[in-house]
């Protein structure tokens, strides 16, 4: 069964540093998200992804961070200066526009730590 | 803006209890998900609901959607231990890209 993959599982890095979390979504998808978690709270929204271009971002996904979709499978999360609230897992999810719904399939995710 | 709130957000019951959780949101939409997440896991997609009155069920789990009452409801029937996880609901904002607005979750615990 085809399935979302993310690469690093465990990111730890420098406060200060640049880190790109990479994702894999399913290969019929259209839509892809970009999710993060911080330990034992809600999923929040950073930025979906449609056509090679930002459809919506959140006011989380400030100056700080980018997404690519660098060739026809991968789609990368760039930060570019990393801040210790930064720590959170964080979710690749992709969807197809199936009907007019968007049941969307995440990924293992990466557990990022910044020290 | 929409929100979206569950409860409760803690749950612990005996095994072949039946319970609810309830998943309330403020504006209208009529695309609601559940997700269930283990610890430490990613999310897993169990039921999408999408219009009024829509009923989904999946051996000891039964969602639906009340639209009208801008209400959700995930049921467990006769719970077993190894539905303890935390469920999510999520409702579609609506706009063109499909983006979901998260409740809280419910982290249920069922002990043997």
């Known amino acids: 069964e085809p399935e979302v993959t993310q690469t690093p599982s465990h990111q730890v890095t420098q406060m200060g540093q640049e880190v790109i979390l990479r994702c894999v979504p399913i290969?019929?998808?259209?839509?892809f998200y970009w999710y993060r978690q911080i330990l034992g709270q809600k999923v929040e929204f950073l930025v979906s992804?449609?056509?090679?271009?930002?459809?919506?971002k959140s006011e989380i996904f400030d100056d700080q961070f980018s997404v690519e979709r660098p060739d026809g499978s991968n789609f990368t999360l760039k930060i570019r200066s990393t801040k210790l609230e930064d720590s959170a897992m964080y979710f690749c999810?992709?969807?197809?526009?199936?009907?007019?719904?968007?049941?969307?399939?995440f990924g293992p995710g990466t557990r990022l730590t910044v020290l | 803006e929409l929100k979206v709130e569950q409860n409760p957000l803690f749950l612990s019951m005996q095994e072949g209890k039946n319970y609810t959780i309830y998943c309330n949101y403020s504006?209208?939409?009529?695309?609601l998900y559940w997700y269930r997440q283990d610890p430490g896991k990613s999310l897993e997609s169990l039921f999408v609901?999408?219009?009024n009155g829509a009923v989904k069920q999946e051996g000891r789990l039964m969602a639906s959607l009340d639209t009208k009452a801008r209400l959700s409801t995930l049921h467990i029937t006769a719970a077993v231990h190894d539905l303890s996880a935390t469920y999510f609901c999520?409702?579609?904002?609506?706009?063109?890209?499909?983006?979901?607005?998260w409740g809280a979750g419910t982290k249920l615990i069922i002990k043997p």
């Open positions: 999810a992709s969807s197809e526009e199936t009907s007019g719904y968007n049941e969307q399939f």
């Open positions: 290969s019929n998808h259209l839509y």
């Open positions: 992804f449609y056509n090679n271009e930002i459809s919506e």
């Open positions: 504006t209208t939409s009529d695309r």
């Open positions: 609901l999408l219009s």
């Open positions: 999520a409702v579609d904002k609506g706009s063109s890209n499909y983006q979901l607005i």
